[in-house]
């Protein structure tokens, strides 16, 4: 595949105008906002519909080798970007945030880093288990699908995309669009699922609502109003002004810290591969980090460049909300590309196992969140819980809207417990380490033995979780637990 700098240009100046129109869209159709879908899940929509699947199979071809309404290289374009975005997002997703020591994230997010993790190890548990009795050999699949619960549900939409790539070097290339059609399944599914037992709860007692805490328009909503600057932070933002008048632009700069924590990451999977080559994979042997994508690793040089803002007291020359601009940018590019690419046909052929696949993963994600997290979350375990019973279901956001309707004053310190267990947390699972070597590893060793291990890793959080934090009670007003 090769494009021009033209073309490509071409392709992201159409990603933003179909971004453009899906935010008219949700201003205009209240049902959308309803919803809690995110504008680039709808602009994805909209370029698919707009694609080869659906209108390029009603119109006349207006391009020579292209039907749908865009030409061949747009839509390679936009096959390619996720794969390079998605970079980017993982690489900004720590700089400029506050790192603390273990102890003190332990002691404020453990109930939630257990019921996170016994989540997303789960699903690998329940996807790989429903492979191995029923996709396997009743529809003749890939051992891999087991992981796509994983990947698409925890994960997301930017990790499925991210691994498009992955997909297709192991020989599975319809597990990206299917991946991709469970991420899109897990955000409806997480969010009407939650509401509907929010208000639940609400009758039931478990949580207090006032009339109204519980109708935020939307994701994007919910991130304006988060991201209203204090006083402090204005103060800050012209102190910075000042000081950078006559320099390069913050945004630049902020940018260039993306780049050099991708590179740091590049540097380090690029080490590891080659120890990986002379080492066990010599002369055809096993080969595992040669399919791990870069975006996993690149988090880690962004905690690397953030360790060393630290270590040298920049902290105030690097802003947490910028970097949110640009992962947030470049995350909505990723969907949009992502879903516009998006294979009908795969989905339809293998419509009865992405079905089930659904089913099985949704139904995981309320066991855990009734029966399991109120036995390891000592208090106010719904408001924390139903966090990262969204986050499993689709994205970060869902989580947070999600603990927005149930707490919408955050009376309960859920929001600060779930922003410190990410920190345990996606390193590892919903897009991290493991996420992208879960494909190879099947590949390697089969899925009954990533079955047992990620069994293993289930029972034992769960255990952990409920002879540990199952017996403890909070301390008043410290917004931890000591045993009881």
Do not use: C
């Not at 986050?391 to 947070?400: D, E, R, Y």
């Amino acid at each position: 595949m090769t494009m021009t700098v033209g073309e490509l240009f071409i392709a992201l100046v159409l990603i933003g105008l179909v971004l453009l129109a899906s935010n008219a869209l949700r201003l205009w159709l209240p049902w959308l906002r309803r919803l809690f879908l995110p504008s680039s899940v709808i602009g994805g929509l909209l370029l698919l519909l707009m694609g080869p699947d659906v209108l390029g199979k009603a119109l006349p071809t207006f391009f020579e080798e292209s039907p749908g309404l865009f030409p061949a290289y747009v839509q390679e374009s936009w096959a390619a970007l996720p794969g390079l975005l998605i970079n980017v997002v993982f690489a900004a997703l720590f700089i400029g945030k506050a790192i603390p020591g273990l102890r003190t994230i332990w002691l404020r997010a453990g109930p939630q880093v257990v019921v996170g993790q016994t989540m997303a190890w789960g699903q690998y548990v329940v996807g790989l288990s429903l492979a191995l009795l029923v996709l396997v050999p009743v529809f003749n699949m890939n051992p891999m699908v087991g992981a796509l619960i994983e990947i698409g549900f925890e994960g997301g939409h930017g990790t499925a995309a991210g691994m498009a790539d992955t997909f297709e070097e192991l020989g599975f290339e319809e597990g990206a669009d299917l991946a991709l059609g469970l991420a899109t399944v897990g955000i409806v599914a997480g969010v009407l699922i939650g509401t509907v037992l929010i208000n639940i709860a609400a009758r039931r007692g478990i949580i207090k609502l006032q009339d109204g805490d519980n109708q935020p328009e939307g994701p994007d909503e919910l991130m304006r109003e988060d991201e209203r600057p204090s006083t402090a932070e204005f103060s800050e933002f012209k102190k910075d002004l000042e000081q950078e008048a006559g320099t390069t632009d913050p945004l630049s700069l902020h940018i260039g810290l993306v780049g050099i924590a991708i590179v740091i990451g590049w540097l380090i999977l690029s080490g590891l591969q080659w120890i990986e080559q002379v080492t066990w994979a010599r002369d055809g042997g096993l080969e595992i980090l040669a399919h791990v994508p870069l975006f996993p690793i690149a988090m880690i040089g962004g905690v690397i460049v953030q360790l060393i803002v630290m270590r040298f007291g920049l902290e105030r020359h690097v802003s947490s909300r910028t970097m949110s601009r640009i992962a947030g940018t470049a995350l909505d590019f990723t969907i949009v590309a992502a879903l516009a690419t998006l294979s009908l046909t795969t989905l339809g052929e293998h419509f009865l196992p992405f079905l089930l696949l659904a089913v099985v993963g949704i139904a995981w994600g309320l066991f855990v969140l009734i029966v399991i997290a109120p036995r390891v979350i000592p208090e106010n375990w719904f408001e924390r819980g139903v966090g990262d019973f969204g986050q499993s279901m689709g994205v970060t956001v869902t989580g947070l809207l999600l603990m927005r309707m149930a707490d919408p004053k955050n009376e309960s310190g859920a929001l600060e417990s779930f922003g410190y267990k990410q920190l345990m947390f996606e390193p590892i699972v919903g897009g991290g380490l493991f996420t992208a070597a879960a494909l190879p590893l099947i590949a390697e060793f089969g899925a009954l033995a990533v079955l047992i291990f990620a069994a293993l890793l289930t029972v034992g959080w769960l255990a952990f979780g409920l002879l540990y934090f199952g017996r403890m009670v909070p301390e008043r007003g410290k917004g931890r637990w000591k045993k009881s």
